[in-house]
Structures are given as structure tokens and as C-alpha cells.
Antibody, heavy 123, light 107 residues
Framework: EVQLVESGGALVQPGRALTLSCSVF????????LSWVRQAPGKGLEWVGF??????????EYAASVRGRFTLSRDDSRGIAYLQMKSLRLEDTAVYYC??????????????WGQGALVTVAS | YVLTQPPSVSVAPGKTAEIACGGD??????VHWYQQKPGQAPVPVMF???DRPSGIPERFSGSNSGSTATLTISRVEAGDEADYFC???????????FGGGTKVTVL
């Protein structure tokens, strides 16, 4: 069964940094792009960014709201994706979901989701 | 690119729920749909406008025409009560766009 498991969620002060990890199971990590989606309390889904598989360049793309503060990376040898967050703001408080990001005809889909990691930014 | 969904839809059990997702010339894009129940991660219920992922009941169907994509749930059951989000890939900016979500309430 395909699984994605996030870790690293925590309570952090504004302006500080935090890194989330995403471990995957039962699929070949290197064959897929990985994406992060967040959901603030009581709000909708917000795309954070994604990182391409190495065969597509391994490059990331970011939502405007996090560009320059968040960094996506991947370690194909370990099957882990990372979301490094710095200069955290109160509005970054959310559940962060790691997702498998599958490409198809002219589009991308989130076909598997982790259970989420809660990041709370508060003083 | 902006996707617009109605905040809520109410439907009686056994009836049909239609959830709209509006966007400029959305018919030119592929629309995907996700169901999210309280306290749970989203689950895909429709890909590429009208393709049901494995395990999704045939009661779920989708369409996309003009400026509106629609997720239709036939013979609605209590277990269909959830938030539903539409999503597209914006090739212009290499960005994912989500609709604001629609809360489906089963009366």
C-alpha cells in the first residue's frame, strides 16, 4: 500500500525555521515528483510547492506566498522529501500534507496524500 | 488563474448533488476533485474531469464544459458529507490552483 508519512511538525516562534520530512513506502520514490499542500485551521487547501523527479531536472516550483522562504529538496537514496521553512509567520500555521504528484496529459494530480504534520507558529 | 466554488451545497439522501467549479475557459484545462472529511487527509475522487480513481463509487461523475466543471454525486449517502475541492494545473506559471472548497451537507 502506497504511504507517505510526514514528520517534524512542531510549535515554533515567528521568524524561526523548521524542516518537515516526508518518508514514502511502497512506490519507487525516484519515479515521482513530490508536492506539499497546506491547510490553515478551518480553511481550504493551499498548494505550497513541488519538486520534480531527477529525470525531469529535479527542480522545484513554489507558490508565491512561500517563495524565497521555503525550500524543497529530495534524497532519492533514502526516499525522503524535505520542506525547509524559514522566517516563519503566523499565517504559516497549518497542517502540511506531503503528496505524490503524478504527471499526466497536460496536468498534474495529487494521487496519494500523507496524514499531515501540524506546524503552529506562535509566540 | 482563479477557481470559484460555492461555499456550500445541501442535498437530501438519495438525491443528486452538483458541485460547480468555475474558471476562465476551464474546459481547456483538466480538472481534478478531492474529498475531505473532518480530521482526515483529502482523497481524490475524480481525475481529468471524469475519470474515477480506483475504489470511488460509480455514483461520482464529472464533467467540464465552457467555464464550469462539475462534480456530480448521484444517490447521495450520509457518508458523502464532506468538503470537496477542485484543482487544476496552470501551465502558464507552473502552478497548482485549488478552488476554495464546497461543503456538502446531507440533510
Amino acid at each position: 500500500e502506497v504511504q507517505l508519512v510526514e514528520s517534524g511538525g512542531a510549535l515554533v516562534q515567528p521568524g524561526r525555521a523548521l524542516t518537515l520530512s516526508c518518508s514514502v513506502f511502497e512506490f519507487t520514490f525516484a519515479d515521482y515528483a513530490l508536492s506539499w499542500v497546506r491547510q490553515a485551521p478551518g480553511k481550504g487547501l493551499e498548494w505550497v510547492g513541488f519538486i520534480r523527479r531527477k529525470t525531469d531536472g529535479g527542480t522545484p516550483e513554489y507558490a508565491a506566498s512561500v517563495r524565497g522562504r521555503f525550500t524543497l529538496s529530495r534524497d532519492d537514496s533514502r526516499g525522503i522529501a524535505y520542506l525547509q521553512m524559514k522566517s516563519l509567520r503566523l499565517e504559516d500555521t497549518a497542517v502540511y500534507y506531503c503528496t505524490r504528484f503524478r504527471s499526466g496529459p497536460g496536468s498534474y494530480i495529487f494521487d496519494y496524500w500523507g496524514q499531515g504534520a501540524l506546524v503552529t507558529v506562535a509566540s | 488563474y482563479v477557481l470559484t466554488q460555492p461555499p456550500s451545497v445541501s442535498v437530501a439522501p438519495g438525491k443528486t448533488a452538483e458541485i460547480a467549479c468555475g474558471g476562465d475557459n476551464i474546459e481547456e484545462k483538466s480538472v481534478h476533485w478531492y474529498q475531505q472529511k473532518p480530521g482526515q487527509a483529502p482523497v481524490p475522487v475524480m481525475f481529468y474531469d471524469s475519470d474515477r480513481p480506483s475504489g470511488i463509487p460509480e455514483r461520482f461523475s464529472g464533467s467540464n464544459s465552457g467555464s464550469t466543471a462539475t462534480l456530480t454525486i448521484s444517490r447521495v449517502e450520509a457518508g458523502d458529507e464532506a468538503d470537496y475541492f477542485c484543482q487544476v494545473w496552470d501551465r502558464i506559471g507552473d502552478q497548482v490552483v485549488f478552488g476554495g472548497g464546497t461543503k456538502v451537507t446531507v440533510l
